[in-house]
């Protein structure tokens, strides 16, 4: 069956948010990695509307720009004063003129809301060939809702705001959702006749019901079939409230594809995010933006994964990485901080307490233990030994290193950048490298040893040092004599004839 496409989808997206206490305007909080107004428009896009129209007034400049961020089309019509939502409605009416057809009203504060939810309400609407099908919803908690109040027969009879309510009204469980399905012409002409004697003083959308009932008009509600999808978002409880519906929204559908999420209660998705089968997520983890793990993988616990790559089996645990591209097999962490431009080849392992920054690391190398890498590339089967740091900043300006195929950084070296160590190079332990060190050659740079023999006993006479010293050279030159004496007397005894 085919989709019937409204003329135009309004999102109500002007006001300010009051109850959110915050700079930024109500519909550009995010949840899933997305602002609500961006989940609002993904909704609406999802009808593939002739028009897509997005109410902007407070903050209009930010609204209008995140707006045209997710649907390109989208045509902005501006509310200089905030009259309520019929007075939104009315200035898309007044600006885009007659709109015969289906016009859908959405709100951006309900991020939960479903294209398919939508869809169903209008398919509702035109086989009922209402003038207008309000969603509804049955809620154990009502407050803070309009009510619909339904005549003697049951049908709609009209929306009254709980600010408006009576204590009877309030008692009512079958609250507006604040999505509608409207015939465009019978609309403009209702939002013009909205009155504002009203506890907010405002002109409500929702009294067009009974304005339009009054006319004689048949009207109706559809009841969601998931409430849960039509939360509105007023302040930072209902946020956190609509980010955990989503976040759990998503975990199932991943888990349904074939992905073990361990604890849910402690893992958090983005709405952009992929996994591949049989990857394992560990507790405490949170994928954010477009990252995209492969089959058979396991991140977590404790991982931050931002806008990062991982193929297929590789293992990441107790890691932050920010769009970084970690290979097959690819072992990372734990402890690992992996920055923009960093390339973990295949089979490659990073370990404990190592930081990388735009540097490319090769199939099966290994940096194990505490180590910084900044703008390099490391060749494959390359061993970069603990603590070794690539300096790659002077105070002005980032240089680049690169250590060849199968080379072996000696634990606790420096490179100084710009610098190259060879394909099968080593630099020793404890070197400054700054001068590059050919294939097949090591490379030395640290002062040579010197030992100041009795030292201690000059210096530090009578101290614990001097005499666990004294006692230990009192063993040895006393094992030294039983050693000789031992010697002789097999000398001796070899001696004797038999
Ligand atoms: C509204 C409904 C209520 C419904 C609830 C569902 C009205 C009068 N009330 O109440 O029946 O149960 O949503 O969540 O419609 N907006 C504008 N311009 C304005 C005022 C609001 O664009 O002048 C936008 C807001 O940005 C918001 C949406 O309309 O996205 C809803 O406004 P809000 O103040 O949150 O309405 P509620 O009090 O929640
Ligand atoms: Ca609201």
Excluded at 310 to 326: G, P, T
Aim: charged share 20%; glycine share 12%; with cysteine.
């Amino acid at each position: 069956m085919s989709e019937p496409r409204p003329v135009a989808v309004i999102v109500l997206a002007a006001g300010e948010g009051t109850r959110m206490k915050s700079r930024i305007p109500k519909v550009l909080h995010t949840l899933c990695g997305r602002s609500m107004l961006g989940h609002a428009l993904a909704a609406a896009g999802g009808l593939e509307p002739q028009r897509l129209v997005v109410v902007a007034g407070h903050s209009r400049e930010e609204v209008s720009a995140e707006a045209a961020r997710h649907a390109a089309g989208v045509c902005l019509v501006v509310q200089e004063r905030l009259g309520g939502t019929g007075h939104a409605v009315r200035m898309v009416t007044e600006a885009l003129g007659d709109l015969p057809g289906v016009v859908v009203v959405t709100y951006g504060d309900m991020p939960l809301l479903r294209a398919q939810t939508l869809a169903a309400l209008v398919r509702e609407h035109q086989a009922a060939g209402n003038a207008v099908t309000v969603l509804t919803a049955r809620v154990p908690d009502p407050s803070g809702y309009g009510r619909i109040i339904r005549d003697d027969g049951g049908s709609l009879a009209e929306i009254v705001e709980d600010a408006d309510a009576t204590a009877a009204q309030r008692a009512i469980d079958e609250i507006n959702s604040g999505c509608y399905a409207f015939d465009g012409t019978l609309l403009a002409d209702a939002v013009k006749r909205v009155a504002t004697g009203n506890a907010q003083g405002q002109e409500y959308l929702t009294d067009v019901v009974a304005i339009l009932r009054g006319d004689g008009h048949p009207v109706g509600a559809v009841l969601a079939a998931d409430p849960g999808e039509i939360q509105g978002v007023n302040d930072r409880v209902q946020l956190a409230q609509a980010r955990r519906a989503y976040n759990d929204r998503l975990l199932e559908q991943w888990m349904r594809a074939g992905v073990t999420i361990v604890d849910p209660a402690s893992t958090w998705v983005d709405v952009d995010v992929t996994i591949g089968q049989d990857t394992e997520i560990g507790p405490g983890t949170q994928l954010q933006g477009h990252t995209a793990i492969g089959a058979g993988a396991r991140i977590g616990p404790g991982c931050q994964l931002t806008d990062t790559t991982v193929a297929d089996d590789a293992a990441v645990s107790h890691a932050v990485c920010v769009q970084a591209e970690i290979g097959p097999g690819a072992t990372v962490g734990p402890y690992a901080y992996l920055r923009p431009g960093t390339r973990i080849g295949p089979g490659a392992h990073i370990g404990c307490h190592v930081e990388l920054k735009n540097a490319a690391v090769g199939a099966g190398a290994k940096v194990p233990h505490l180590t910084y890498v900044g703008d390099a590339d490391i060749g494959e089967r390359a061993n970069v030994g603990a603590g070794t740091i690539f300096a790659n900043y002077d105070g002005a300006a980032k240089h680049h290193t690169t250590v060849g195929a199968h080379a072996f950084i000696g634990s606790d070296t420096v490179l100084v950048a710009p610098v190259s160590v060879g394909d099968g190079a080593y630099t020793a332990a404890g070197s400054a490298i700054t001068e590059d060190v050919p294939p097949g050659a090591i490379g030395i740079a640290r002062g040579r040893q010197h030992n100041s023999a009795g030292w201690v006993e000059r210096r530090r006479p009578g101290s614990r040092a001097a005499e666990a010293a004294r006692a230990r050279e009192a063993e040895e030159a006393e094992a030294a004599r039983a050693g000789a004496a031992g010697a002789r007397a097999a000398e001796d005894e070899e001696a004797q004839p038999r």
